[in-house]
């Protein structure tokens, strides 16, 4: 245990007509294992992420009292409400990945404007920054989001509200230079899945994530923020009405004032199926505007950086989760039975875990 915050909260409900409990666990999982949130490894981990994910899970309600048969029942019937995504896209310098963040919040801030139409996907984009620092969070419809910024900021930040959120622990910090030389040019992507896209995709239990199962809700929701790169299209030509259409279009006229409705969304549909689905004439074409598929191909998770060398020491991934996994299992034999289970570290395994559970108020014969 890092020392990480784990949250949970605990309330009864009168499901017909009889009292049920329920639970509802918060868990930062990079930094309750290996101690920061700075980078990820990719979705060839989710396994062990799993994994560790559970053990931190049974712990946690074990250390506060629960029974055995009640974090059964938790485990069997959980539902996660968000899960996060997370990739790095490596830049060429500190300005270039601010030009990244800039060509991202223009693309979002065109489909905004188009979010009226129900088969744009933004629902809302709300941007900040101070002291240079931009960050970017977008709802999409149907309760997905998606945040970017660059994590090298928010961990060199000041400011109490982002201290919180760069919590690192005490083994963690002897790496700190290294990863912060790192992901110095790094634009951090973040996809927050929420509970209606997992039921989408059959991923209403962790038991059911695999690698490819997270790949297609990452490409899912990456298609629905409008960053899809442009598809091959087949050999589908434009009637000569559409064509001018088309041409208007890309002079730069408003069609969505010149056109009667029914005529803009066939229009639409048409030249979306000729030319590709980042060809939107509802989103208002500049000068040198912004190309949602050149946005979507620079930044998607195919693109992504991941922890090399010394550096995978400081990621949940097959290098570090090993021992980690012995380390919680042994913590969770502890906690269920009281019962000391065999180590050869002379007593220090024990005492960790004894500290523990008198500090985090666990079973009394634990404790003991």
Same mark, same amino acid.
């Given at each position: 245990?890092?020392?990480?915050?784990?949250?949970?909260?605990?309330?009864?409900?009168?499901?017909? !007509?009889?009292?049920?409990?329920?639970?509802?666990?918060?868990?930062?999982?990079?930094?309750?294992?290996?101690?920061?949130?700075? +980078?990820?490894?990719?979705? +060839?981990?989710?396994?062990?992420?799993?994994?560790?994910?559970?053990?931190? $899970?049974?712990? $946690?309600?074990?250390?506060?009292?629960?029974?055995?048969?009640?974090?059964?029942?938790?485990?069997?019937?959980?539902?996660?409400?968000?899960?996060?995504?997370?990739?790095?896209?490596?830049?060429?310098?500190?300005?270039?990945?601010?030009?990244?963040?800039?060509?991202?919040?223009?693309?979002?801030?065109?489909?905004?404007?188009?979010? =009226?139409?129900?088969?744009? =996907?933004?629902?809302?984009?709300?941007?900040?920054?101070?002291?240079?620092?931009?960050?970017?969070?977008?709802?999409?419809?149907?309760?997905?989001?998606?945040?970017?910024?660059?994590?090298?900021?928010?961990?060199?930040?000041?400011?109490?509200?982002?201290?919180?959120?760069?919590?690192?622990?005490?083994?963690?910090?002897?790496?700190?230079?290294?990863?912060?030389?790192?992901?110095?040019?790094?634009?951090?992507? *973040?996809?927050?899945?929420?509970? *209606? $896209?997992?039921?989408?995709?059959?991923?209403?239990?962790?038991?059911?994530?695999?690698? *490819?199962?997270?790949?297609?809700?990452?490409?899912?929701?990456?298609?629905?923020?409008?960053?899809?790169?442009?598809?091959?299209?087949?050999?589908?030509?434009?009637?000569?009405?559409?064509?001018? $259409?088309?041409?208007?279009?890309? +002079?730069?006229?408003?069609?969505? =004032?010149?056109? @009667? @409705?029914?005529?803009?969304?066939?229009?639409?549909?048409?030249?979306?199926?000729?030319?590709?689905?980042?060809?939107?004439?509802?989103?208002?074409?500049?000068?040198?505007?912004?190309?949602?598929?050149?946005? !979507?191909?620079? /930044?998607?998770?195919?693109?992504?950086? *991941? @922890?090399?060398?010394?550096?995978?020491?400081?990621?949940?991934?097959?290098?570090?989760?090993?021992?980690?996994?012995?380390?919680?299992?042994? =913590?969770?034999?502890?906690?269920?039975?009281?019962?000391?289970?065999?180590?050869?570290?002379?007593? /220090?395994?024990? +005492?960790?875990?004894?500290?523990?559970?008198?500090?985090?108020?666990?079973?009394?014969?634990?404790?003991?």
């Amino acid at each position: 245990m890092t020392g990480a915050q784990i949250d949970l909260k605990y309330w009864v409900e009168h499901v017909a !007509g009889v009292a049920t409990a329920f639970a509802e666990v918060r868990i930062p999982l990079a930094s309750a294992t290996v101690g920061n949130n700075y +980078a990820h490894a990719g979705l +060839a981990s989710i396994g062990l992420e799993v994994k560790c994910g559970a053990l931190l $899970t049974k712990i $946690t309600l074990t250390a506060l009292g629960f029974t055995p048969d009640e974090v059964a029942c938790f485990m069997e019937t959980t539902a996660p409400q968000q899960v996060e995504l997370t990739w790095h896209t490596a830049t060429a310098s500190k300005r270039a990945r601010l030009s990244a963040q800039r060509r991202t919040k223009d693309h979002f801030d065109a489909q905004r404007l188009a979010s =009226g139409r129900h088969d744009v =996907g933004v629902a809302d984009v709300h941007y900040e920054e101070g002291n240079g620092k931009p960050g970017l969070l977008v709802e999409l419809k149907g309760g997905d989001l998606f945040r970017q910024y660059g994590k090298a900021e928010q961990v060199s930040s000041r400011t109490l509200k982002i201290r919180t959120q760069r919590w690192m622990s005490e083994e963690a910090r002897k790496y700190r230079p290294m990863i912060l030389a790192e992901i110095e040019d790094h634009v951090r992507n *973040e996809v927050l899945v929420g509970n *209606e $896209t997992l039921r989408l995709f059959g991923a209403e239990h962790p038991s059911t994530w695999t690698a *490819e199962k997270l790949k297609e809700i990452i490409d899912y929701v990456w298609k629905k923020a409008g960053l899809a790169p442009e598809q091959p299209v087949g050999d589908v030509e434009l009637s000569p009405e559409v064509e001018v $259409t088309w041409q208007r279009y890309l +002079a730069g006229k408003d069609l969505v =004032g010149e056109l @009667p @409705p029914h005529t803009f969304r066939r229009h639409r549909a048409l030249i979306k199926a000729a030319k590709g689905d980042d060809k939107d004439i509802a989103i208002r074409r500049k000068s040198r505007a912004v190309q949602p598929g050149a946005v !979507g191909r620079q /930044q998607c998770y195919d693109r992504r950086t *991941e @922890p090399a060398g010394e550096l995978r020491k400081t990621v949940l991934c097959e290098v570090t989760a090993p021992a980690i996994i012995e380390e919680l299992q042994w =913590g969770l034999d502890f906690l269920e039975t009281g019962k000391i289970p065999d180590s050869d570290d002379g007593g /220090q395994r024990a +005492a960790r875990w004894i500290a523990f559970a008198a500090r985090e108020g666990g079973r009394r014969h634990a404790a003991k």
